[in-house]
């Protein structure tokens, strides 16, 4: 209907009343658990929150190569990979992906978000029982709940009870495990010990699968499944994103050893987030492409020096030490009494030109409020040390209020 015909008619009067009831009695509910979230932007700010951890967003051969793909090759995908959608950048993303992290195939997503929705959906369904770690992140749980899997959670990185879990799966007669575990935890920022995990699943006849959302490009060696020696290791599946490290947009599935090419046909088969979503836009896949042949070992090594350093100086603070979470990645936590505390201190920082993020309930896995800070290479060091200075005084300050 044309604005013109629709004059006279009161908008108002058509939302139904029992939604409108309904939306804002869940506004009431947010209000009155301190629980609002909002957009924010970091524009001039001093980015300690993005995941951009090796200052690759705005680099000028990313950039470039984000357009030569764009001007080569169109705006969009129009189509699903399955259906004609499939494009040359595709082909060569997939080929940089592999020759980086040592995997022998790989499948390009439209996101992190639906690479970890397709892997677990394909691999689930009657017959499969999937264990993820209690503080695996929200893509992996929704996947897990598409798949039409069994499902349990096992204690956050927890080898004895994992083992427990699928010592008493195997005895139950269920068949096709698969453990499901980030690399590199996004809210806490510790990590997972992926060998003993692979051994541990070789042991049980099941598969592993790790998210590298956090690792691929941003820990020593560019990838925490080639550092642990489980590039070719057939029965450990990868999936990462090309949202955080590598700059861009999109998601990946990344297979090695002799069932790669299986395995990477069964997901174009039967992954619904592959067939059924308009494949990865060709910029974005331009791109992360560019990014992968700038994020070398000197600019890792800049972004673990950076890394070491906040952490630190946050830590030389006693009454700040053992409230400081960090684990073998850029990320970083700090630990805070309340919801309300936390909010409070990241609007102090971003009032004094420093973004850093808030995590609490119900974003964390175990309900207690965090600042979130991510390390980058690109940071000067003595900025870094003043902006920690600066978020303890803001801590110190809160907490005497
Ligand atoms: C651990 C983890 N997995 C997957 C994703 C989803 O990736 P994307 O943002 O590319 O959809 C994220 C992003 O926030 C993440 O932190």
Redesign the pocket.
Known sequence: MAASEDAGMSNDAQFPAVWQGWLQQRAQVRAKRNFRRAETSREDLLDLSSNDYLGLAQHPAVRAAASRTLQAQGAGASASRVATGTLAAHRDLEEALCRYTGRAAALAFS???TA?MGALQALGGPGSHIILDEHA?A?LVDGAKLSGASIETAAHNDLHDLKLKLLANGSSGRHRTLVVV?SLY?VLGDAAELKPLADLCAEHDALLLV?E??SLAATTGGSAVAAAGLSAASHVIVTA???KSLAA???AILFGGSEAELLREHIINTARTFIFDTALSPAAAGAATAALDLADAQLLERLRENTDLLARTLTSVPWLADRVEHGAGPILSIRMATPAAAVRTAAALRAAGIAVAVFRPPSVPDGISRLRLTSHAQHEPATLVEAAERIIRCIEKEEKA
């Open positions: 996101s992190g978000y970890n992140h893509s980030e996004s998210d959302a956090h994103t090309l949202s947009q999109g998601g």
